[in-house]
């Protein structure tokens, strides 16, 4: 609808992939700085993490990319079907790297448990024991990022991070560090 769209659009779409080509590079400075001052067992921590939170934020992408995604957008335009619906290309883009980030950060879940068991902050029993008030967190999590107010698309939000949840059980359980007596006091 404007003259520089097709130009701005192509500097973003540049950008982002800049961006997501960059982070590695990034990821393995900081990793350089931070590995010296951590404890041997503490460096063995950190690779399953990144590789399992790297697998974790492509596959929510994709999620919402191909699953997520799709409904949304039909759902957000057949609510205009008594209209001519003019979509920017900038906005289309936006709203659907808006969705893939937050999924992407949602599928984050699996990694931070996996973190959070092996340091012993968690555990699965604690998990397992929160799951009422995880659940109605979850749902009110999926009503803030689903960018429609209807209950089916809510739903589809809030169904991969109830299964994520479910998976941390499992990470808690698998990973998770065992206490000793003397740590407990």
């Given at each position: ?13 540049s950008l ?37 939170s790297t ?108 299964v994520l ?21």
């Open positions: 609808t404007t003259a520089v769209e097709s130009f701005t659009l192509s500097v973003t779409v982002y992939s800049a961006v997501a080509l960059a982070v590695p590079f990034l990821l393995w400075q900081i990793w350089g700085f931070i590995s010296p001052a951590l404890y041997k067992h503490e460096r063995r921590y950190v690779t399953p993490f990144i590789g399992l697998i974790s934020f492509v596959i929510g992408a994709a999620f919402a990319y191909y699953i997520l995604f799709p409904p949304a957008m039909g759902y957000l335009l057949g609510l205009g079907e008594n209209f001519n619906v003019m979509l920017r290309a900038t906005d289309y883009f936006d709203f659907i790297t808006l969705i893939m980030l937050a999924m992407g950060l949602i599928f984050q879940m699996p990694a931070i448990t996996y973190v959070l068991a092996r340091i012993g902050l968690v555990n699965a029993s604690f998990l397992v024991n929160a799951w009422k008030y995880a659940f109605v967190i979850i749902l009110i999590v999926a009503a803030v990022v689903s960018p429609t107010g209807d209950l089916p698309n809510m739903l589809l939000f809030a169904m991969p991070m109830m949840y479910i998976v941390s059980i499992f990470i808690a359980w698998f990973f998770g560090k065992k206490r000793k007596p003397d740590e407990a006091e």
